[in-house]
């Protein structure tokens, strides 16, 4: 299964003639490459899989995305941690 998420543009810039940009994931930013999406313009929200851009969303559509990551959280956190699909009590019981 692949995953990808929202993040918000604020660097647009050029390197070895490919259009690329900084996107900023709640605080940790990443470089990317844009050249799926050119038209995006810095303060737009995309869709980043693998290192490309692949689709432009709107904001409220980012926090939406942002509201299901946290909901998955809060869910495993309370579930507990996990290795390899047993939960590590249960892991240390059958030992």
Known sequence: MC???PGKLVEIYEEAGMKMGRIDYGGTVNRVCLEYVPEIE?????VVHAG???SIIDEEEAARSFEAWREYNDAALRAGPYRYGKAAD???GQR
């Open 3 to 5: 995953l990808a998420i």
């Open 42 to 46: 810095i303060g737009q929200y995309t």
């Open 52 to 54: 490309f851009a692949i």
């Open 90 to 92: 249960e892991e240390e």
